[in-house]
């Protein structure tokens, strides 16, 4: 017999038992990690697991550490689960255990969501704004054709564009995708070695802002990614150059193991910083919160988590009104799109989300409900994140290895990617 607080309009702890829990990789157009929880009741929930390059880890971390460890619990203890991965782990952290936690995280919101029959916007508190302001990626081979590419986006109603430009002299730059394909940097089995050099980077990109501004004038949002590349004086020089041109935000300006190196950048410049796509877990951000020396936290519920983890550290964020701005590049399935959408649409500190587009193939393999109008997001009322995974089409796209590029300094020596 179960006790009333286990009966409930959820159903009770045996409809919620936990019966199987199976982890599903797929490939439509680039490899995906998914996760799908299914409860004696019949209802199931998915979770995002992939970690770009580092796909298999995950979903070994999962089946053989964390399945076994799944079944016959309650899906409803989400709070405890959570704690018993992360705790009981006891390597804490890093980026494979906390998408495994994250994927299980999702999973059982989603389920929580479907027994209650509510959104999951609506079990985090309810929707604080219609809709999730979102930024393109346009990129170029040099200035005018970043410009040209900055114009369709702002044509197709995007209130916020992510602009690189390709940098003279070096091959293989950062952000610049095959011509009219979306950008997809693990393109290679073993990784692609490309060149950098910081001294032609800075020269340009200040001549990049300054020409999208005289192209599309100050209306449009403007963002750019350092993507890790620079030391913290580079970027600091970079930041202030970029001042007259008004970024929304920089990105991943330098490093952030060395969390204090910002102060050095923040001494130096008011252009509004933002990192953390690469963090797994509140300690890799919380000095860098606390000081104020961001803007937003780009961390997201794949990597940081799950939606348990990251109301934690967004309530942090918001009492040093740092706000957020989820990573979504393609290499972030539609399950995590949808589940952050859904924290968009309530978080009261939301800033931004990246919306880099999933190929036709994925987005028939991940059917979701949000859709883009006016510059944004929008989230429907389907129960838990909306987001299902048509398991037969998905059985179609073979896992393919891929890893991501590195990049050596014009002298040979190992740099940032
Ligand atoms: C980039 C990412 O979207 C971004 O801001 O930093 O595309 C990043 O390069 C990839 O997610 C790495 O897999
Ligand atoms: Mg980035």
Known sequence: MHTASETSAHG?????????????????????????????SGISGL????????????????????VPNLIGRDAGRIEDLWQF???GAYWRRGPVTMSAIAAVDVALWDILGKLAGLPLCQLLGGRSREGALVYAHANGRDIEEASDEVGKFV???????????GVPGIKKPYGLSAK??????????????TTWSTPRYLDVVPRLFERLRADHGDGVELLHDAHHRLTPIEAARLARSLEPYRLFWLEDATPAENQASFELIRRHSVTP??????????WDCKHLIEQQLI???????????????????ADFAALYQVRTGFHGATDLSPVTMGAALHFDAWV????IQEYMFHSDEANAVFPHDYAFRDGRLHVGDTPGHGVTIDEKLAAKYPYAPKQLPVARLEDGAMWNW
């Open 12 to 40: 009770s702890a045996r409809d919620r038992e936990i019966v199987a829990a199976r982890v599903i990789v797929t490939s439509p157009g680039r490899n995906f990690v998914t996760l799908k929880i299914e409860t004696r």
């Open 348 to 351: 009261p500190n939301f800033g």
């Open 180 to 193: 009219g394909k979306p950008y997809e940097p693990a393109e290679s089995e073993l990784p692609l070695e």
């Open 273 to 282: 910083l933002a990192v953390g796509e690469v963090f797994n877990s509140i």
């Open 85 to 87: 991965l992360y705790r």
């Open 295 to 313: 803007d937003y936290i780009r961390t997201t519920i794949v990597h940081g988590g799950g939606i348990t983890a990251m109301r934690r550290l």
């Open 155 to 165: 044509e197709q109603g995007f209130l916020a564009v992510r602009a690189q430009c």
């Open 47 to 66: 979770g995002d697991a992939t970690l770009n390059g580092r796909e298999l880890a995950v979903a070994s971390y999962l089946q053989d550490h964390v």
